[in-house]
């Protein structure tokens, strides 16, 4: 490099002499903008809901409103122990129940829709087009839509039937389209394999096909989830005598007028987040687990 | 296992694979000796890799039989053919280590972790991978990949290996050293191998039996340098390149040599091997090998008695290191070409737009079918 031509050795030392300086570049005015429309964005997004986690803590003087009066878990105790704020209690449980039901279901339903859709069969399309149908469709139409069928054949609409295909006609396409997107980077070659090593058709699936979609089934769980978590609008005319959590706050609000609205608020946030962290933190320690292998010499 | 005998020999017999209106297959007879090195050439869509996933069991033949060691197979699943397959992109499973990628066919067979273990170890050591048995293949090179399928493969002792374009996904050094490689794996395994490739090169370094195919027929399969050196016709002529093929009308018989006329030359003398009966006015191809040819300045020594002589010039000169290629500007469509070595053609070197006499004995002219 000694024969580099003069010219060329100040143009270098300026260039550094710029990064040892740290003097960065002025940005241009549209850095500004931008960064205040996306600063109001995540203000409007999170603020609302930030409003509701602070007034939970709330003491016994508290209201609906900002200022702040006090601070205290009280209106956590009373969201548990009065009767007059409704069945929190079963209308959790009731949820959560019925969100794993849908969240099985969802998984198996999606995996093997996500195995079928791989090769061309008759009426494939009929019945992909059905499926993005039943996402399209209002919610509570179709949730009215099932109640009066149960109706109408002598059914009586409770949450772990009625509510249970509404919302599975929510998470289903919704997992469907996830194990598209999933198995668009399968390989056929990887069973292919598999069966040429002399593994029975239970043995693909078990040792080569779940274990490398593992990632993609924990996000259609997830999704499976949440969104049956908090479903409203499909379950308010399908869950029968019994509420689901969505609808118990909804029917909270007409009705109950303390912090302790704001409680369930936050309570039904961290459950949501503990799923949220189960599932991220179980793809991550799939991938760590598949990490460490590598670093074991 | 039903299949104890244990011979890879193996035969095709009136093999044909359709795909709805598509022939993929089309009625193919071929035997392929134990212990062989077969290489299926062809350009993509001419049926060689569902040759292969037919003798592999991936897919049923819609008509035919397929023998392994005197059995037919067809029907059969891969392990009960004792067969086993290297895809192309290798398969690897991305969740297992190298170690539990090979170890996989144990695995199924429910054969113990420490016997299982104990034999991938053994076989990880003859590949040379034993430091790579914890990585994951994403974390391998290709050339890596490549050995953790073969021994993958190789650990069910089968009495066939199939390999379906293994050396494509590598690039062109890596190529060569691994190309090498298969035959040294192939040698100790001692088992039959069938390799399919678009690569001639790949195919004539590597086969016992090399078998060319054209639309789901073979168009020549034999040793390879017979398929280099004597090509049946045209189409495997040109396939496996290295030959100048003339077409033209026969001007006369004459007992055991023919006289042909090309669009702008006369009196190219063909000798007759009796393969085939010509008469006055056939049309016909013949086959010259690039490297059979001369050049010399016209008029330096005049036409010489049991040699074809053609007056020309020179269109293009392209170095190729041990040889020079040089492109004439004359009679086959696809260029007529010439090696010279590269010593020869440095003592006297010939630049584009040169007159020149290209001679060959008339002995080395080649009658294609």
Redesign the interface.
């Known amino acids: 490099m000694s024969a580099t031509s003069p010219a060329i050795i100040p143009a270098t030392k300026r260039a550094r002499r710029r990064v040892v300086d740290g003097a960065e570049p002025r940005r241009p005015w549209t850095f500004w903008v931008l960064a205040t429309l996306f600063a109001s964005y995540v203000l409007a997004l999170y603020g609302p809901m930030l409003c509701i986690y602070v007034l939970s803590f709330q003491d016994i003087r508290g209201g609906l409103v900002f200022p702040m009066k006090g601070l205290s878990v009280h209106w956590f105790i009373d969201l548990f122990t009065q009767v007059r704020t409704g069945d929190v209690k079963g209308g959790f449980e009731r949820s959560i129940v019925l969100a794993l039901l849908v969240t099985v279901l969802t998984v198996v339903g999606s995996f093997m829709a996500g195995l079928a859709f791989r090769q061309r069969f008759k009426g494939d399309g009929v019945v992909f087009y059905l499926m993005i149908g039943s996402l399209v469709a209002p919610g509570l139409v179709l949730g009215i839509g099932i109640g009066l069928l149960f109706q109408y054949f002598g059914l009586e609409a409770s949450w772990f039937t009625s509510a249970l295909g509404a919302h599975l006609s929510w998470t289903l396409p919704f997992g469907v389209l996830v194990m598209f997107a999933v198995m668009s980077r399968f390989?056929r070659?990887?069973e292919?394999?598999?069966?040429?090593?002399?593994?029975?058709r239970w043995?693909i699936i078990w040792?080569?096909v779940v274990?490398?979609l593992?990632p993609g089934l924990l996000a259609v769980a997830l999704f499976g989830f949440t969104l049956s978590y908090d479903e409203f609008s499909r379950t308010l005319q399908t869950s029968g005598p019994l509420n689901t959590l969505p609808l118990e706050i909804w029917a909270m609000t007409l009705n109950v007028t303390s912090p302790s609205l704001y409680a369930l608020g936050t309570v039904t946030t961290l459950a949501s987040f503990l799923i949220i962290g189960i599932c991220l933190g179980g793809i991550v320690w799939i991938q760590k687990r598949?990490a460490t292998?590598?670093s074991?010499? | 296992m039903s299949m104890a005998s244990g011979k890879g020999d193996i035969e095709l017999a009136g093999l044909y694979k359709r795909f709805g209106d598509f022939t993929a297959v089309d009625g193919v007879n071929l035997k392929v000796q134990d212990g062989a090195y077969c290489c299926f050439l062809g350009p993509s869509g001419c049926g060689k890799t569902t040759i292969l996933r037919m003798i592999?069991?991936?897919e049923d033949p819609t008509g035919g039989e397929i023998l392994i060691g005197g059995e037919n197979v067809v029907g059969l699943?891969?392990?009960a053919r004792r067969?086993?397959?290297m895809?192309?992109?290798y398969?690897?499973?991305?969740?297992l280590?190298v170690r539990d990628n090979v170890a996989?066919?144990l695995?199924?067979?429910g054969i113990d972790k420490a016997q299982r273990y104990r034999t991938t170890d053994a076989m990880l050591e003859k590949v040379r991978l034993t430091?790579l048995a914890?990585?994951?293949p994403g974390?391998l090179s290709g050339g890596q990949q490549q050995r953790v399928a073969l021994a993958?493969?190789a650990i069910?002792e089968p009495r066939v290996l199939l390999l379906d374009e293994p050396l494509s996904a590598l690039d062109e050094q890596l190529r060569i050293q691994m190309r090498t490689e298969l035959r040294r794996m192939q040698r100790e395994l001692g088992i039959t191998f069938v390799h399919v490739t678009h690569t001639q090169l790949e195919a004539i370094a590597l086969a016992d039996v090399v078998v060319v195919m054209e639309k789901g027929k073979i168009k020549q399969a034999g040793p390879a340098r017979e398929v280099y050196a004597a090509p049946r016709d045209r189409y495997v002529a040109e396939f496996l390149g290295g030959q100048n093929v003339l077409s033209g009308k026969v001007e006369s018989v004459n007992g055991a040599s023919l006289t042909l006329s090309v669009p702008d030359t006369k009196g190219i003398v063909v000798p007759l091997d009796g393969a085939r009966t010509v008469t006055d006015g056939d049309r016909i191809d013949v086959a010259v090998r690039r490297d059979d040819i001369h050049l010399r300045r016209p008029g330096s020594s005049g036409a010489q008695a049991g040699w074809n002589a053609v007056d020309t010039r020179i269109r293009t000169v392209e170095y190729q290191g041990s040889f020079v290629k040089v492109m004439l500007d004359t009679m086959a469509e696809g260029g007529f070409i010439v090696y010279v070595p590269e010593r020869e053609f440095f003592q006297d070197p010939f630049e584009s737009g040169d007159i020149v006499v290209a001679t060959w004995p008339t002995e080395h002219s080649r009658l294609l079918a």
């Open positions: 390989d070659a990887w292919e394999a598999a069966r040429d090593l002399g593994a029975t043995q040792m080569v274990p490398i593992a598949r292998r590598i074991v010499h | 592999a069991g991936h699943p891969p392990v067969t086993a397959m895809f192309q992109s398969a690897l499973f991305p969740h280590s996989f066919a695995r199924v067979r430091e914890h990585r994951l974390q993958r493969a069910t």
